[in-house]
């Protein structure tokens, strides 16, 4: 493929380049029966590598075992061996410490859980056409209708869903997928490095849910997960399944193709240098991804790339908030080669196996490494040369990684951060759990040390029904209506056409405020609609076609208060806290901006409700003495603070497994509990997700890298590669730079 252009542009400032190697092939399992093998390689598979086989292995002998291994090395077929040798037979049970089933008579399943439906898709197809064609697989899923629903739940023997469904239909619902659970030999957790933070806790109180029910039919399955590549995957993977650790492959033995992977810094914007490269590789014929990271990015460098295309109608968008239709027609074409370049969102970072893409666009650094790699791994999956071009954002964290480039091309990839015990989510998981089987102090066994405590809290609450240590659920609704998975409202927003009432797309209700408020830009498929009500009770957002040259940027305040402390520590003679706190949020306006130029037309004021969250944040302050040094005016010291803050959180993402989204930040020159100057940095998500944990733990880098990075910046006053923040509630005003060096500075070196 001629790429050289892209290469011998004066845009890239660093490069590296992986040869091809081969891979070490292996036999094909003794237990795997014949007319599994014999379909496998009528499919095009003569033998598997060495680490397939390995995984395989520990799996037929019953052991609880992850799979971490680059993108494109095989996953799929390393869990499929196990899989098909367990449900093709009665027989052909496995023979180690997985049991067999109490129900005899049972069907042999095995469950296969994706936390995107084109995974799930993809995997479903991918299934069907190695396995031998007496074999039935099925799906569950929002798009799945009723005789898909019966079929799987009556016939299949493997069944591709996602935790949703798991949570919201099988669970509740288990008396009717009795003979399905009564035969489970395997559970297989794909993409399991997706499940951090916040989303990974609910998912993994869901697995303890599912393990524990599949256990009261006689079931005893043994989990399979699949994940990239991470060095605590054996902790992690056994926080998520609930077992102490898992056993691990982690050394990749396929072959590999020839890629190389460039860093760029744009020349006019990040937007216009990815829609101009999107457009030139599809025309030279190398079918391209663009990973873009925002629902109106994607939408206009799709726009952007058609413009500037031979043949935009082979260049298209893709995101969540389409409809299944409109999804499943964009996989398609991109399957055929129909479609040439494809703007997305991390939609399909997961997603389908496209085999034919050559190239990929990382528009922005994705904010972990793990994400960057998964992103990248899209590219030439079958051996084919491979071009991955990360495009550099102007902010704090992408700049640095561009002066550092060795952080991307050599440094490990991060920890996988877990906290399934956090009872924000463990507890209102264990009244659905009461309401599935009744608890009882056995439970422990599933949910951990704190299940009793947790149990009885919900009985002081009146959520549970306490009768002789053993807790019911008594209320005539479901307690899983209680619980968004996803951090999401129970029911998204619908976007409809006022004239005809056609829904356009859906949003989250906790995007809603900032996304569709009255007077917002919408965009959607590259048409641009103007947002004229919202109504978040009933989850509408009535939206007019326009052609306005303007985009709209949401503006908020936030107030922090600090509720507990967990831990202190002193970081260079500055005292640095962890601890809980309740963030109080609201959308109080938005900004109209040239879609060109970016600058700021006007600012008009909106009444939206205020949101609250209790969440974990590190905080430090300025101490008094250091205030009367330095001698500043409130103001002053609250732009220095501000600045800080914005460049910190910036940097974060290269210190912790989060991206700049994750996590926020409140500063202010006078806090109301502490008396002195503070900043805070908190983790996004209700209850915390362990980044501001992580934070406190590497404070001593994170902050030296920040004051690096203040330092360093060759703008005179400020810009988005220092402490301009695209996120910033109150649309970046009263920032120092300077001053935000200086006390820094002086903070670090106070000691």
């Known amino acids: 493929m001629d790429w050289d252009w892209v290469l011998e542009s004066d845009e890239v400032v660093a490069s590296r380049r992986r040869e091809a190697c081969d891979g070490v092939p292996a036999g094909w399992p003794h237990w795997l029966p014949a007319e599994c093998v014999g379909s496998l390689q009528a499919a095009g598979i003569e033998q598997p590598w060495q680490h397939q086989v390995d995984f395989a292995e520990l799996a037929h002998a019953g052991r609880h075992v992850a799979i971490s291994t680059p993108t494109g090395s095989g996953k799929s077929l390393a869990y499929l061996m196990p899989v098909l040798a367990a449900t093709m037979s ?16 049972a069907r042999p399943t095995a469950l296969y859980i994706a936390p995107t439906k084109a995974l799930a898709h993809d995997q479903l197809r991918a299934a069907t056409a190695l396995a031998p064609r007496t074999w039935r697989v099925g799906a569950l899923d929002g798009d799945s209708d009723v005789a898909e629903r019966r079929f799987a739940r009556e016939h299949a023997s493997l069944v591709v869903t996602n935790p949703d469904m798991l949570h919201f239909s099988v669970l509740p619902n288990h008396q009717r997928w009795s003979s399905f659970l009564a035969g489970l030999r395997y559970i297989v957790i794909d993409e399991a490095h997706r499940y951090n933070g916040m989303f990974g806790a609910h998912v993994a109180a869901v697995v303890r849910r599912l393990r524990r029910v599949a256990g009261l039919y006689g079931a005893a399955p043994t989990m399979l997960l699949s ?4 060095p605590n995957a054996a902790a992690f993977g056994g926080a998520l399944v609930g077992e102490e650790v898992v056993d691990v492959v982690d050394v990749s033995t396929a072959p590999v193709g020839p890629r190389t992977v460039a860093l760029w810094q744009p020349e006019t914007s990040l937007r216009h240098d990815t829609s101009r490269l999107l457009a030139g590789l599809s025309d030279d014929g190398a079918q391209t991804l663009a990973f873009v990271a925002s629902r109106a990015g994607a939408e206009l460098v799709s726009v952007g790339a058609q413009e500037l295309s031979s043949d935009p109608a082979r260049i298209a968008s893709y995101r969540g908030g389409y409809l299944a239709m409109e999804r499943r027609a964009l996989e398609a074409a991109l399957q055929t080669g129909e479609l040439g370049g494809l703007a997305t969102t991390n939609a399909l970072e997961l997603g389908i196996d496209v085999s034919g893409i050559a190239a990929v666009l990382v528009s922005g650094y994705p904010g972990r490494l793990s994400a960057f790699w998964q992103q990248a791994g899209r590219a030439g999956r079958t051996g084919q040369e491979a071009l991955v071009v990360m495009l550099a954002r102007e902010n704090p964290l992408d700049v640095y990684l561009l002066e550092h480039p060795e952080l991307i091309f050599d440094a490990p990839v ?8 956090n009872p924000h989510v463990l507890g209102p998981h264990l009244a659905a759990a009461a309401q599935e089987h009744p608890l009882s102090p056995e439970d422990v066994r599933w949910f951990g040390p704190t299940t009793v405590d947790l149990a009885e809290a919900l009985a002081r609450q009146k959520v549970l029904r ?4 053993r807790w019911f659920w008594t209320r005539a609704d479901r307690a899983v209506d209680h619980i968004d998975l996803r951090a999401a409202g129970p029911k998204p927003v619908e976007i409809i056409e006022q004239e005809t009432g056609r829904v356009v797309g859906v949003i989250d209700r906790d995007a809603a405020d900032r996304t569709v408020h009255p007077g917002a830009v919408y965009l959607h498929q590259g048409q641009t609609w103007l947002v004229t009500s919202l109504d978040q009770d009933d989850g509408h957002a009535f939206v007019s076609a326009t052609a306005e040259p303007y985009y709209t940027q949401p503006q908020s305040r936030f107030e922090i208060d600090s509720l507990s402390v967990t831990r202190r520590r002193v970081v260079s003679g500055m005292d640095l806290t962890l601890g809980k706190v309740r963030l109080t949020s609201q959308v109080t306006g938005y900004l109209r901006r040239d879609e060109v130029t970016h600058e700021v037309l006007d600012a008009s004021p909106i009444d939206l409700p205020a949101h609250r969250m209790l969440t974990d944040a590190v905080w430090w302050s300025v101490p008094a003495r250091l205030e009367r040094d330095l001698g500043w005016a409130p103001l002053e010291m609250g732009a220095a ?7 910190a959180i910036g940097l974060l993402p290269a210190f912790a497994p989060c991206d700049r989204w994750d996590i926020g930040g409140v500063s202010t020159p006078l806090h109301p509990e502490t008396g002195l100057a503070t900043i805070f940095v908190h983790d996004g998500l209700p209850g915390g997700a362990g980044f501001a944990a992580h ?18 910046c060759e703008c005179v006053s400020g810009c988005p590669a220092c402490i301009v923040s695209p996120k910033c509630g109150n649309a970046n005003q009263v920032l120092d730079k300077d001053r935000a060096a200086q006390l820094l500075r002086a903070l670090l070196q106070d000691g």
């Open 641 to 647: 603070a501000h600045a800080i803050e914005h460049t």
């Open 227 to 230: 994940s990239a590549t991470a």
């Open 466 to 469: 306490d009768r002789g240590n």
């Open 695 to 712: 934070a406190f733990d590497v404070a001593e880098r994170w902050l030296s890298a920040t004051l690096e990075r203040l330092e360093g």
């Open 414 to 421: 991060e920890h996988l951060v877990l906290h399934p015990s």
């Open 90 to 105: 009665e027989a052909a049970l496995p023979s180690g410490t997985a049991a067999r089933p109490r129900f005899t008579r």
